[in-house]
């Protein structure tokens, strides 16, 4: 943190502001210039807020905020190395990680009942996904919208685990369910609603199982690394950090805007891994195959895919989702921008 | 719904998604008209997706939604009524309403000590407030910053409003939480990153206190409704919708967008009274008086208002609380602008 | 501009740095504290970027701004003191200001032919209002709508100025017709979508009339204040600035959003007058009302409202135009509000 | 257009309503339900405002906008088939189409002299770009900026041509320099800030040479699309689409949100070829590459991309601008991804 003062600020008033600071708890280091003097404060400044500093004196001319709010989360933390996350399934360990395959998460917005679920773990599987998605619980907009089936959706989602091999990932909303979720699920999802729940990260960040935590719908990427930061800090450092698109003017054509510029930018920020969402990021199932290319080419350590045996009449998310044998097209045009990046799990196929 | 068909569809094909839609529950109204077939949807519409019907054929040039997603909220569900939300408190009943005065939340951010909370208390008293705010749980961005004294201030709470008899309102942020607030608070707040925190909505709604329910910082009017609807729904119909800010493109001046064209547009939307925070809603204590002013100009039945014995060292949110002089000043000019507009507790005071 | 180097940057580096810093004009004032070294940088910064600077060397950790990027258009520019600008008209000097009442702009969107824009004139003169606006020149999104009638509307708009004594504010697009439009209007307008078209600034700058400058409908308070200072550097310092709602995520109800937050932002960073749109800046002709009395109670030195004898068949923007009985409503209603805040120019009406 | 009337319209009303639209120039054709009555509008619609319809009557329950609102620019006017753009160069013809190798377009922000422009131009020729970029009048957020060297800057381009044997794409902010522009220019640019300046849309599409229509920060969709119709309307039908990036609610990392999701959008909307610019979509260099190799694999025609001999130097937009290197680096990933998806001009190279 940075104090400029005023030009013209008296001596008197400035050993006032460093003695103010002292009692912060902050060492003031006070840098005399020509026109001007500087205090560079050193200590806990994290949590500080810039304009209450500002409070302080109406000499202070501003208060800039040099330091990254997060550590944990931060590259740095790891000495500019950046970090994989190995989630092992019925099928062996996968990582997502910079220097691994792009993960294909698929499956259905929500568990609807076992045939499905099972029906689409094997398609999928069959396709080259390597997690089963699939929510028992839902978060609606509506109250009078389809909520999940709940606990007995976990046990489905089990069923379909034996049955396909595939790894789970199942999103939890509330602290009373992190225990039953967690005990099911080999990664466990925060949705981009609860990305503030502070209490629910929280308690996220004291189970094992790794973690994937969407973006929030207006969250900056600072908001979101706060967001990782709270389960870092609470012990799991598991954590793959999923954008499925912001909140912009425009949403006649689209439901959000995808914004892969997230991925450099958490590239220079942060060590955790990456996964896009373009079913969500877009809500058309028709735009997802040119968008999950592109994050692809972007360099994305994984993909999450909505897929459903029978989209028109699925009980949430139908627009989104592919049919099964879109999801096989998908899956070969992926093939081929990730045989190009060199981030594909076997040889390019001919399509 | 209204489903429009493409020009020149064939007989058959409408013929076949009036039976698809009749098997989703609906009854399809076929209305033909020179050159497009329309078909008005009678039935269950409200947690259907326009766009998923989409899905149903290529003929279809278009879905658009003719209903408002929410019931119990809506104004036209109390017949054009605006309803009143009535709190009794030590000092009596206070009414929240468009025919009653303007009533005042005031306090801190967060219960720091029970010294400070007892102190606000009385001065905002004073000043003419009738509900102390205070957050014992705290939804802080960062994992490192003060995350409030929890279930301990609740009872600090409690001693302010036997020391003060002002009304309490404070925060809960998990559903674990609930019963305990509920139980001290006279009314319990749903804050903005909780807007959409489904389980707590059903919780808050099942209990008997009244629901202060802020706006989402990137939630939509239909959004916030939907939330409140989650409330009601679940049996509480003593719901004030407060609007705290929305994120938008600019942030350097104030940490929100204050968007108090909501009073008007949900005056025609909903029964529910509405209230105003312009703290949260700028961020800086010195723009808090004018969006004061503005808010009751527009006809706001509330005010929600931070007030810190010392803005400098507050724990949390001290640029935007105002200082017990400034508050008393404050109160002074909202006279002024509550008695032009016929929304005051007391007549003109001279300032 | 304040430099950041990096702990442990190199004595030979930073030498380099501040010989470079020189070389593009500037006086590096060099720091050195316990950890780090800082530089503050004296010259012609204003038009530098930060983010350029960054690029010099890789031991730089950051470039932080200090300075406001515009001169002319800043409080700091007249010491403190908010400046007036006086505009004549047939009826006299009418004074845009602080210590002013609140001038009244209004008028239909565009000018449709002579006997309404005469009627319209005579009828809103006799309500209260000072200006009366219309279009000749109409920024339309379509090239199929109405586009106004140019210069022949100018001479309409002179005989209503003839026959009800108000001024003539008038907007311009193109440079090629700031001369012709100049001539006939006593404040010539900038629209929202030319907020940021350049040479019609500076084109404006250079001629005399008052000029009304309202916000781009994403444009950032700084934006803004660049876009001012593009004028007042040209010559002209008779601006006022005119907010008229921006862009934000839910346009559902509104067309945009009002953001009432810039009257007390921009009398902390400008001296320059301001005007708020309340028709422009909701869409909706019933918020009106509401809007207009919040902005006055919020300080606004002016107001710009859209009346139209028959918005119903209006040619452009008639869901957000009252008719003139609803104007002289509005009048009744604004002059308790302005009374109260003493910015009215008569006593309070009994209504 | 279709007027929804609410439940229970009196027959009368419904007579006058469609009258009324009559005398509009509307053939309202009434489709009669069991439950409501909804009017179907044979006509031009496209320049109605359906919120100004509303007004006609209170029994109208809602307007909807069933036809979009462009025709020239609409995928329906080509029955469906995208059209191609081709522009002759020095070099030989290049076209701009989804059948064709994506075109690169590569240059400085601003023509700085002319040594620096020759050698821009043969080093982006060198590796491989088709048009050479150069402002000589450049949108500068300051007045104080450097503003171009305007007309001395064309000759520049010019020479830069006849050196390099590129294409010539420049920009034009004012009505009053079109012809000079478009003497030099192969490629006439209309840049964000101008996207809705009508007057030089309209002069700009009266003109020969193809245009690049950049996408304004905050439009829709919708709106630039409309602006291309105006173009299209006046007779210049060569128009190539860019993106280069909107405003949102998190600057912190990136200048604007590159909103790649455009490229499915657009293609099933207009005919239009589409470029992206990741260099203004993002304002940082070495988020260029992950973005355009993203923009390649989502599938857009053509790139933009900033080049300065030394952007640490440049007189303008310097932080986004890759050196010589950096562009022969791009070059080479692009071709990987350019050769993957079927859109290279030659066979990949090894890198």
Redesign the interface.
């Known amino acids: 943190m940075?104090v400029?003062m005023k030009v013209g600020s008296p001596e008197q008033e400035i050993q006032r502001i460093e003695a103010e600071l002292q009692e912060w708890g902050l060492t003031p280091?006070k840098?005399?210039?020509?026109?001007?003097v500087?205090m560079?404060l050193?200590g806990?400044t994290?949590?500080l807020?810039p304009?209450?500093l500002?409070?302080?004196s109406p000499w202070i001319?501003?208060v800039?905020r040099?330091e990254k709010?997060?550590k944990k989360t931060s590259l740095e933390y790891r000495n500019g190395e950046h970090s994989n996350v190995t989630v092992s399934t019925p099928s062996g360990d996968v990582t997502f990680g910079q220097k691994h395959p792009v993960v294909i998460i698929s499956g259905p917005c929500s568990v609807e009942n076992e045939e499905m679920i099972v029906e689409t773990a094997k398609a999928v599987k069959a396709a080259g996904a390597s997690f089963l998605r699939g929510g028992a619980?839902k978060?609606?907009?509506?109250?009078?919208?389809?909520?999940g089936h709940g606990e007995s959706a976990l046990e489905l989602l089990a069923a379909a685990r034996d049955a396909s091999g595939l790894g789970i990932i199942t999103e939890v909303?509330?602290?009373?369910d992190v225990d039953k979720v967690s005990e099911v699920a080999d990664i466990v999802q925060v949705g981009a609603?609860?990305m503030?729940?502070?209490?629910?990260l929280?308690k996220i960040g004291a189970q094992d199982k790794p973690v994937f935590l969407k973006r929030g719908?207006?969250a900056?990427?600072?908001?979101w690394l706060?967001a990782a930061?709270?389960i870092l800090?609470?012990g799991n450092s598991n954590v793959i950090l999923c954008e499925r698109g912001?909140?912009?003017?425009?949403?006649?054509?689209?439901r959000n805007?995808?914004?892969?510029?997230v991925?450099?930018?958490l590239r220079?920020?942060t060590h955790l891994p990456i996964a896009i969402d373009p079913s969500h990021?877009?809500?058309?199932?028709?735009?997802v195959l040119?968008?999950a290319?592109?994050?692809?080419?972007?360099?994305t350590d994984s993909l999450m895919i909505e897929v459903h045996p029978n989209?028109?009449k699925?009980l949430s998310d139908?627009?989104q989702s592919l049919t099964f044998d879109a999801f096989n097209h998908l899956m070969g045009e992926l093939s081929?921008?990730g045989?190009?990046?060199g981030r594909w799990w076997k040889p390019r196929v001919t399509i």
């Open positions: 940075i400029v280091e840098i005399i210039g020509k026109h001007k500087v560079g050193v806990e994290a949590s807020d304009m209450q500002k409070e302080i001319e501003n800039l040099v709010p997060y619980y978060p609606r907009t509506s109250p009078y919208s389809f909520q909303m509330d602290t009373a609603r609860n503030q729940n502070f209490p629910l929280k719908m207006s900056t990427i600072d908001d706060m930061e709270y800090a609470a912001i909140r912009t003017f425009d949403r006649k054509y689209v805007t995808i914004d892969l510029a991925i450099p930018v220079s920020l990021g877009t809500g058309v199932a028709s735009y040119p968008m290319k592109a994050a692809i080419a972007a360099g989209p028109a699925a139908g627009p081929v921008v045989n190009a990046v």
